[in-house]
C-alpha cells in the first residue's frame, strides 16, 4: 500500500473504513477460529475426548508464550500507526525493528523457561490422571515452534497498523489450513494421535511465520528496516512494554483462568468435566470472531486520527465501532442460545469402537455441556461496549487505564467470582461466574470511556 493508502485512515469515511479494515480482520480471525474449533473435532473424533482436554491444558502455557508475540505486536503498532498519522516514519521503522529482537529475544526465553519445567506446569495447569501423558507430548512439540508463532502474531498486528487488513487475513488463513490438512494426514492418514495433532499445529506456526517474513521483505510493506533500527532503543522499548503488556497481562490472566477452572472442574468432576470446559473454551475463541474483527479493525482507525487530532472521526470511529460489534455480538448469541446441544455434539465420536470410558466421558459431556453454554454466553450482546472501550485507551497510547480496564472482566471480577461461587453452587456457580463479571465490566468499562471522550475528543 503507497502512502496515500495509509492516509485513507484519516480521510475515508469512518463506517466504510472500518468495514474495509474489520472485514479482513474478521474473516482472519473466523479461519484462525475454525481451526481451533475443526482441530479439537478431529481430535475428539480420532483421537477420544480425552486428547480435546489434555490440549486444553497445553493451551494457556503455549498461549501465553505466544502472546508475547502479539502483546509485542499491539503495543508496538499503536506507535506505529500513531507515527504514521504524524509522518513520523522513521520512528514507526525504529519501532518496527524493535518488535522483531524483543520478539525472539522474549520467546526465547520462555520457552527454554517452560521446557525446563514442563513436569510442573502441566498438572499445574490441570493435565493429571489420564490427561497427563498426552498433555506432555503435545506440549513439547508445540513448544518448539512457538517463537515462529509469536513472530507471526507481531507481524500481523504491524502488518494492520500500516493499513493492510487482507495481508494480516492472508497470514492467519495459510497456517489455518496448513494446520487442518496435516491434522488430516498425520491423525487420520498415518495414526501419529497426539504426536500428528502437536506436529501439525507446529506446522501450522511455521507456515504463518514464512508468510509474515515475505511480506515484509516483499515490495506490500512500507516498513523497510535497516540492522541499525534493530537496535534496542531504551524510550521506544518503554513505549512497547507499557502498551504491550497491556495485552500480556490479558493473556496472563486468560493462563491463571485456565489454571483455575481445569482445576476446579476436575474436583467437581474429573476429567470430563474439563472435557467440557475444553469445548466452551473453543466456542470463546470461535464465537466472538465478528466482535474481534471490529476490535482490530477499529484500533489503527482511533490510533491514526487520534495521532492526526482529528477529534471528531474518533469519536464516530468508537460509535460505530460499537454500534456494529454489538449487532453482531446479538447474532451470535441468538446462535449459541438456541443450537447448544448440536455445538456440543460436534466435539464428540459415535464411533462405536470407543472405549467405556470414551464413551462415558461423551455421555458426561452431553449431560453438561448445553447448559453451561447458555450460562457463559449469557451477556454476550453486551460486550462490544467493553471490547472497543478497553481497545480505544490502547490505540491512543493511554497504556494504564488501558490495561485496568482490559484486566476488568476476567482478572478484577471473573477470577474472585469462580474461586468463591462453586463453593456455595458447586458447577453452577462456575458458568453464572461468566455473566456477572462481563455486566460489571461494562458497566464500569461504559463509564470511564464516556469520561475521556468528554474530556480530550472536543
Not at 22 to 33: E, N
Not at 423 to 447: C, K, M, Q, R
Request: charged content about 10%.
Amino acid at each position: 500500500m503507497s502512502k496515500i493508502s495509509t492516509e485513507q485512515l484519516g480521510t475515508q469515511t469512518i463506517g466504510k473504513l472500518l468495514v474495509k479494515q474489520s472485514v479482513p480482520a474478521a474473516i482472519g480471525i473466523l479461519v484462525m477460529s475454525l481451526n481451533v474449533l475443526v482441530d479439537s473435532i478431529f481430535v475428539g473424533n480420532w483421537i477420544g475426548p480425552i486428547a480435546i482436554a489434555a490440549i486444553n491444558v497445553v493451551l494457556p502455557v503455549s498461549f501465553f508464550i505466544g502472546a508475547l508475540g502479539m502483546a509485542i505486536g499491539v503495543g508496538g503498532s499503536s506507535i506505529i500507526s500513531r507515527a504514521l498519522g504524524s509522518n513520523l516514519k522513521e520512528k514507526a521503522l525504529k519501532t518496527f525493528g524493535n518488535q522483531i529482537t524483543l520478539t525472539f529475544f522474549a520467546t526465547a526465553i520462555f520457552v527454554c523457561f517452560g521446557l525446563f519445567y514442563v513436569d510442573e506446569l502441566i498438572p499445574a495447569f490441570g493435565g493429571k490422571g489420564t490427561i497427563f501423558e498426552p498433555a506432555k507430548i503435545y506440549y513439547i512439540i508445540v513448544l518448539y515452534g512457538v517463537p515462529l508463532l509469536g513472530f507471526s502474531m507481531m507481524g500481523s498486528s504491524v502488518i494492520r497498523a500500516e493499513g493492510k487488513p487482507k495481508f494480516a487475513m492472508i497470514a492467519l488463513i495459510l497456517p489455518s489450513i496448513g494446520n487442518l490438512l496435516m491434522d488430516y494426514i498425520f491423525i487420520y492418514i498415518l495414526d501419529w494421535g497426539m504426536y500428528g495433532a502437536a506436529w501439525a499445529t507446529t506446522f501450522a506456526y511455521l507456515l504463518s511465520c514464512g508468510y509474515v517474513f515475505y511480506f515484509f521483505v516483499s515490495k506490500n510493506s512500507e516498513l523497510k528496516i535497516k540492522l541499525s533500527h534493530l537496535k534496542i532503543d531504551n524510550t521506544i522499548l518503554k513505549e512497547i512494554g507499557s502498551l504491550g503488556f497491556v495485552t500480556l497481562s490479558r493473556q496472563a490472566v486468560v493462563s491463571v483462568i485456565y489454571l483455575l477452572m481445569n482445576n476446579i472442574l476436575f474436583n467437581l468432576g474429573g476429567e470430563a468435566m474439563v472435557a467440557v470446559y475444553a469445548i466452551i473454551g473453543r466456542m470463546l475463541m470461535f464465537a466472538f470472531f465478528p466482535v474481534f474483527g471490529i476490535t482490530q479493525g477499529f484500533l489503527p482507525i482511533a490510533g491514526y486520527n487520534y495521532g492526526a487530532e482529528k477529534w471528531d472521526r474518533v469519536r464516530e470511529s468508537i460509535n460505530t465501532a460499537i454500534k456494529y460489534a454489538a449487532v453482531l455480538a446479538t447474532i451470535v448469541f441468538l446462535g449459541l442460545m438456541i443450537f447448544p446441544e448440536a455445538i456440543a455434539s460436534l466435539f464428540l465420536s459415535d464411533n462405536p469402537n470407543l472405549s467405556a470410558a470414551d464413551i462415558a466421558t461423551n455421555a458426561f459431556v452431553m449431560e453438561h455441556a448445553p447448559n453451561a453454554i447458555r450460562w457463559v454466553f449469557a451477556a454476550t450482546p453486551i460486550i462490544a461496549i467493553q471490547l472497543i472501550g478497553a481497545a480505544y485507551f490502547q490505540a491512543i497510547g493511554k497504556a494504564v487505564p488501558a490495561l485496568l480496564l482490559t484486566l476488568m472482566r476476567q482478572g478484577f471480577f471473573f477470577i474472585p467470582l469462580i474461586i468463591i461461587l462453586p463453593n456455595f453452587l458447586g458447577e453452577l456457580g462456575v458458568w453464572i461466574s461468566f455473566p456477572i463479571s462481563d455486566v460489571l465490566a461494562t458497566i464500569v468499562t461504559g463509564y470511564y470511556l464516556r469520561e475521556e471522550v468528554k474530556k480530550t475528543l472536543i
